[in-house]
T-cell receptor, first 113, second 117 residues
Framework: DQQVKQNSPSLSVQEGRISILNCDYTNSMFDYFLWYKKYPAEGPTFLISISSIKDKNEDGRFTVFLNKSAKHLSLHIVPSQPGDSAVYFCAATLDFGNEKLTFGTGTRLTIIP | NAGVMQNPRHLVRRRGQEARLRCSPMKGHSHVYWYRQLPEEGLKFMVYLQKENIIDESGMPKERFSAEFPKEGPSILRIQQVVRGDSAAYFC???????????????FGPGTRLTVL
């Protein structure tokens, strides 16, 4: 039962353009959503998060949008840079006290110079 | 401040042997989590521990798997009588004590890649 889904296994974007990574979830009880970035042979690195009470959170080149009614969130990276090439995982958690993260299957982003 | 450390980075075992994976959390962190990533899949939660306590082990297989986080020393994930299906990357994460009103961000180690022959 995949509660967090990333339906695009891969995405290629030209350097300087916007990268949009999508994530859907099925559990309406999820309270917090996070994006992690992962390079080969390394652990995931936290990128940005959003609470279910918000619909947008921005941090530099990274913006996460949350559409609760559609159970959908997206990560926007603009402008995309070659160093952004990595696998991006969407994750969700039920509440502050519940530390269990539920991850999507990941999207491999390739930035084309 | 050193990050989360895991060792070994690579571990090869034959079927039926035991695998021991170690995780040293970041300094000052008292919460440890273990996740498993099978090929072409996302990370799956296994267990959440605080010092000397298992808080949530809902993701742990019922048999052969155990985890501990002693008062002193690293957290250990132990897999007894390994089978080929245990081959995966095992990631450990740590976080500090929960701050009121804040999300308890998890910092991940580089993982241990277990191969069962």
């Amino acid at each position: 039962d995949q509660q967090v889904k990333q339906n695009s296994p891969s995405l290629s974007v030209q350097e300087g353009r916007i990268s949009i990574l999508n994530c859907d979830y099925t559990n309406s009880m999820f309270d917090y959503f996070l994006w992690y970035k992962k390079y080969p042979a390394e652990g995931p690195t936290f990128l940005i998060s959003i609470s279910s009470i918000k619909d947008k959170n921005e941090d530099g080149r990274f913006t996460v949008f949350l559409n609760k009614s559609a159970k959908h969130l997206s990560l926007h990276i603009v402008p995309s840079q070659p160093g952004d090439s990595a696998v991006y995982f969407c994750a969700a958690t039920l509440d502050f006290g519940n530390e269990k993260l539920t991850f999507g299957t990941g999207t491999r982003l390739t930035i084309i110079p | 401040n050193a990050g989360v450390m895991q060792n070994p980075r690579h571990l090869v075992r034959r079927r039926g042997q035991e695998a021991r994976l170690r995780c040293s959390p970041m300094k000052g962190h008292s919460h440890v989590y273990w996740y498993r990533q099978l090929p072409e899949e996302g990370l799956k939660f296994m267990v959440y521990l605080q010092k000397e306590n298992i808080i949530d082990e809902s993701g742990m297989p019922k048999e052969r798997f155990s985890a501990e986080f002693p008062k002193e020393g690293p957290s250990i994930l132990r897999i007894q009588q390994v089978v080929r299906g245990d081959s995966a990357a095992y990631f450990c994460a740590s976080s500090p004590n929960i701050l009121a009103g804040g999300l308890n961000e998890q910092f991940f180690g580089p993982g241990t890649r277990l191969t069962v022959l």
